[in-house]
């Protein structure tokens, strides 16, 4: 693949990682409300935020290499692997439907006194690492999928989905004191929730298509 085909085909690459980085990490759970309830405390802001954001980056780079070395071994895993990533990303969606139709908030509670930054980065990695979802969405759904990239794009996939993840928990740590009164309103949550489903839904059917081309 030489340079100029590399480059025209980075972008949709890297977008795709990051839609799908957004619509995993874009959810009402016990990590956001933690980098919200910092953000309004305006403690440790920066510090909570960057290692949730290269927590993420390290599991997304695991994740596609990891399963790259597989899918290189076993080449005739990758279209299983693509039908379950499409499946997964349909009931997510669904799942992520069914949320819309309901009202839920997220709350924080800022009540206490400060913590220092090792406490606080314990609390954060606890939140992160001790969440087998985290797993789950990084490691194996987008390291599976960010595998099924030819090699040079692979790259650009990481970078888009570590891209969102930065900027999910950035917006939330940094713009706290905004997000919270709209985080409070369960109407708002309906509307993400329904783009989250939205982008899901096409990202399965891209992924089926993507497996019945390769067969």
Known sequence: MNTVNTVALAWPVFIQGMALSFGLIVAIGAQN?????????????????LFCALADAVLIAAGVLGMAQALGERPMLARPLA????AFLAVYGWQALRRAQQAHQMTATVAGAGVGRAAVLAQAAAFTLLNPHVYLDTVMLMGSIGAQQPAALRGWFVAGASGASLAWFALLGFGARWLAPLFSRPRAWQVLDGLIALT?????????RHALAGA
């Open 83 to 86: 039908l379950a990533g499409a």
């Open 33 to 49: 409300a933690f980098v919200l309830r910092q953000g309004l405390r305006r403690e440790h802001v920066a510090s909570v935020v």
């Open 200 to 208: 899901m839904f096409v990202m399965s059917a891209l992924l089926v």
